[in-house]
């Protein structure tokens, strides 16, 4: 018969209930419960399959919190003591704390060595949940081109090599890409709650213009939406496109000063190249600079990348 007792109280468990308050700690027992009452085990531990399935996160990712939430025991049960301690560090501790258990989270093989194949499986893996196939719409790229467009700001911006990357270097990727470091950072909140980084804005195309025409994917406006509020990023609709309303640029400023809020102008230049910038205010014709420091330059194609002191973290 195999040992079906929990493991021993971890010293960290007193330390970590401090992180939290009374109702927290109500809140986390009560969602404990409730994940253990499905799995039919005496509400003794949660199994991966019922955690997978309540915080939705697939394949490695998964199975990398899993593991750093049970602190590599292997044994497949994550306690009380193992949500607690882990949430105080992933949700409760300083911002060095956080970054390096993200850090280590996307380190997908648990080899201590932070490289190029690890990020591609947890790019795939955010593509898997917040792009799902059943959601597929026109003119959506394929998870190996978002995948390479932010490897290559990891390349490029980060000057990270495919032999590892360091803490720091994490650090430095994750500000170009806050999409990225939101979703990261919002694993373990509650599905229903409208998780940070799992938002991608409606888009909202005429019927006449066909999809091949389409340059703004909705991949990413997900990567531009990082670096914006949750209000900001739920609909977008398009304005002007040069394919169906000309190259006048008096017809571009009719057609964006219709709009009463913030743009986001992409560009696609004749080398292929997609680029562009939000403006948080209405354009206006003026003869000097007008606006605030919300504005910002993103990149898309070939790479990804937002400039880190524009991005809001």
Same mark, same amino acid.
């Given at each position: 018969m195999?040992?079906?007792?929990?493991?021993?109280? !971890?010293?960290? %468990?007193?330390?970590?209930?401090?992180?939290?308050?009374?109702?927290?700690?109500?809140?986390?027992k009560?969602?404990?419960?409730?994940?253990?009452?499905?799995?039919?085990?005496?509400?003794? %531990?949660?199994?991966?399959?019922?955690?997978?399935?309540?915080f939705?996160?697939?394949g490695?990712?998964?199975?990398?919190?899993?593991d750093?939430? +049970?602190?590599?025991? =292997? !044994?497949?049960?994550?306690?009380?003591?193992?949500?607690?301690?882990?949430?105080?560090?992933?949700?409760?501790?300083?911002?060095?704390?956080?970054?390096?258990?993200?850090?280590?989270?996307?380190?997908?093989?648990? !080899?201590?060595?932070?490289?190029?194949?690890?990020?591609?499986?947890?790019?795939?893996?955010?593509?898997?949940?917040?792009?799902?196939?059943?959601?597929?719409?026109?003119?959506?790229?394929?998870?190996?081109?978002?995948?390479?467009?932010?490897?290559?700001?990891?390349?490029?911006?980060?000057?990270?090599?495919?032999?590892?990357?360091?803490?720091?270097?994490?650090?430095n990727?994750?500000?170009?890409?806050?999409?990225?470091? =939101?979703?990261?950072?919002?694993?373990?909140?509650?599905?229903?709650?409208?998780?940070?980084?799992?938002?991608?804005?409606h888009?909202?195309?005429?019927?006449?213009?066909?999809?091949?025409?389409?340059?703004l994917?909705?991949?990413?406006?997900?990567?531009?939406?990082?670096?914006?509020?949750?209000?900001?990023?739920?609909?977008?609709k398009?304005?002007?496109?040069?394919?169906?309303?000309?190259?006048?640029?008096?017809?571009?400023?009719?057609?964006?000063s219709?709009? !009463?809020?913030? +743009?986001?102008?992409?560009?696609?230049?004749?080398?292929?190249?997609?680029?562009?910038?939000?403006?948080?205010?209405?354009?206006?014709?003026?003869?000097?600079?007008?606006?605030?420091?919300?504005? %910002?330059?993103?990149?898309?194609?070939?790479?990804?990348?937002?400039?880190?002191y524009?991005?809001?973290?």
């Amino acid at each position: 018969m195999g040992n079906s007792q929990s493991p021993p109280a !971890d010293p960290r %468990f007193a330390t970590a209930v401090r992180a939290f308050s009374k109702q927290e700690l109500d809140d986390l027992k009560s969602l404990f419960v409730s994940l253990t009452s499905r799995s039919q085990n005496d509400s003794k %531990f949660v199994p991966f399959s019922q955690f997978q399935a309540h915080f939705g996160i697939k394949g490695a990712l998964g199975s990398r919190m899993f593991d750093l939430f +049970t602190r590599g025991r =292997k !044994d497949g049960m994550l306690t009380f003591e193992d949500l607690v301690i882990a949430k105080a560090v992933y949700e409760k501790g300083t911002r060095d704390e956080i970054e390096e258990f993200i850090y280590e989270l996307c380190d997908v093989n648990g !080899d201590g060595i932070l490289d190029g194949a690890d990020l591609q499986t947890v790019l795939g893996s955010i593509c898997d949940i917040i792009f799902s196939p059943l959601n597929v719409e026109p003119g959506s790229s394929s998870h190996q081109d978002i995948t390479e467009v932010f490897l290559n700001a990891a390349m490029s911006e980060v000057g990270v090599t495919e032999v590892s990357m360091t803490l720091r270097d994490f650090k430095n990727w994750c500000r170009h890409l806050p999409s990225v470091r =939101k979703f990261l950072g919002s694993l373990l909140m509650s599905p229903d709650s409208g998780r940070p980084g799992f938002q991608v804005p409606h888009l909202q195309y005429p019927e006449n213009l066909s999809p091949d025409l389409l340059i703004l994917k909705k991949e990413y406006a997900w990567h531009i939406g990082g670096a914006l509020s949750q209000q900001e990023t739920e609909e977008w609709k398009l304005l002007y496109h040069s394919a169906t309303n000309g190259l006048s640029f008096n017809t571009f400023m009719g057609n964006i000063s219709s709009g !009463d809020g913030p +743009t986001v102008l992409v560009i696609k230049d004749s080398k292929g190249y997609i680029y562009g910038g939000y403006a948080s205010q209405p354009w206006e014709r003026k003869g000097d600079f007008y606006g605030d420091m919300k504005s %910002f330059l993103f990149q898309l194609y070939p790479k990804a990348s937002i400039p880190p002191y524009r991005s809001k973290q």
